[in-house]
């Protein structure tokens, strides 16, 4: 069994004149980033492997988060739906049990809507559909290799929202 985690960036900023992919972190999106690395340390313990959008907020709140895991920052994240984001997770190597994907609305919680399966925690897929808020994790286990992940095949067992 292997375990997915869907995070949404945390809390952006709004500067004037800063376009949208360079918008950095909030004080609010760094605090509750960190609250995430936290929740993630106490109850997933290691992640194997991180993909993250190549936007400023969304690398920000990796770096916020404190974990350590090799990380790779793709474009297609960015913005990314359902289907790119799919992508990007069945490429990762079957060696890693725990997968981190870092990104945006409404890619991210959309992807956790549409992989949750049958066996999934109803209450857990209601909150993921009824909004999923900055630095919120969608946390979903995977039976076999990231390749074969698709559409109803995971099992969504809890919606995480550090504050």
Same mark, same amino acid.
Do not use: F, N, S
């Given at each position: 069994m292997s375990? @997915? @985690? @869907?995070?949404?960036?945390g809390k952006a900023a709004f500067p004037d004149g800063v376009e949208d992919f360079e918008r950095p972190l909030a004080d609010r999106g760094r605090r509750e980033a960190a609250l995430a690395g936290?929740?993630?340390?106490?109850?997933?313990?290691t992640v194997d492997v991180v993909l993250c959008s190549t936007s400023t907020r969304t690398?920000?709140?990796l770096a916020a988060t404190g974990l350590e895991a090799p990380a790779r920052f793709l474009d297609e994240i960015y913005e990314g739906w359902t289907g790119s984001l799919l992508e990007a997770i069945q490429s990762v190597e079957d060696s890693a049990s725990t997968v981190l994907l870092v990104?945006?609305?409404?890619?991210?919680?959309g992807l956790a809507a549409r992989l949750a399966g049958e066996d999934s925690d109803p209450e857990a897929l209601n909150r993921v559909r009824a909004g999923f808020p900055t630095s919120a994790i969608a946390v979903l286990d995977v039976e076999g290799p990231w390749a074969a992940l698709d559409i109803g095949t995971a099992t969504l067992t809890d919606v995480v929202i550090p504050r």
């Open positions: 375990r @997915l @985690l @869907l995070m949404r960036h936290d929740w993630i340390r106490e109850h997933v313990d690398r920000e709140t990104g945006h609305a409404p890619g991210t919680p």
